[in-house]
Every structure is written in C-alpha cells, then in structure tokens.
C-alpha cells in the first residue's frame, strides 16, 4: 500500500478544491450564457446542470472544512508534543534516507 505525506495530500486537497471550484465558476457561467436560448429539453438539462452544481458546492464546502480542520489538529498535536513530533519526523526522514540510499 502506498503512503502519502501530508504535504502531498494537502497538495492534492488543495488542486481538488481549486478545480471544483473552476467546475463550479465554469457550469455557473455556462447557465447565465445559455439561459434564454434553451428550449424545454435544454431547460431539463439546464436544471440537472444547476442540481450538480450545488451538489459540487456543497462538496467543495466539506472538503474545505476537513482539510482546515485537519490542519488544525495537527497543528494543536505539534504544538502539545512538540518534542515527540520532533522525534517522530526525524524517525522517518532517517528510514526514508536509509531506504532512498539502499537503491
């Protein structure tokens, strides 16, 4: 199984919400664009569009307060251990190191 730091889960948090936010600015400019020309079945796909994009709001939202609310819990575990967290990283840039070097 593949482990990934949390600098590049944040990476990757942070690329998801700035491309959900582009989806969402883009299908948002794309119903404005296209509001008065459609006809029923436009009017159908019009609302489904509006319906996804509340629903990738809404997602965008969450992920955004789990990301922030991850970042403060480590951040309150950093500082309330700050000695362990000290160990524990220089633990893992070691194993890291020694592993990197046996290649």
């Known amino acids: ?3 990934r730091s949390s600098d590049e889960i944040e990476r ?12 969402v600015h883009d299908g948002e ?3 404005r ?4 020309e459609l006809g029923e079945k436009g009017q159908v796909a019009r609302e489904k569009l509006a319906a996804a994009l509340e ?4 997602t965008r939202q969450r992920l955004e307060e789990r ?3 991850g970042a403060k819990q480590a951040d ?3 500082r309330e251990y700050p000695y362990q967290s ?9 194993l890291i190191g020694v592993l990197a070097n046996r290649r």
Do not use: C, P, Y
């Open 86 to 94: 000290l160990g524990i990283a220089f633990g893992i840039g070691l």
């Open 29 to 31: 400019e794309l119903l």
């Open 33 to 36: 664009a296209g509001a008065h």
């Open 67 to 69: 990301a922030v609310a």
């Open 76 to 78: 309150r575990l950093i």
């Open 12 to 23: 990757s948090t942070e690329r998801l919400l700035r491309d959900l936010q582009a989806v």
């Open 55 to 58: 629903v990738a709001k809404e």
């Open 1 to 3: 199984m593949e482990t």
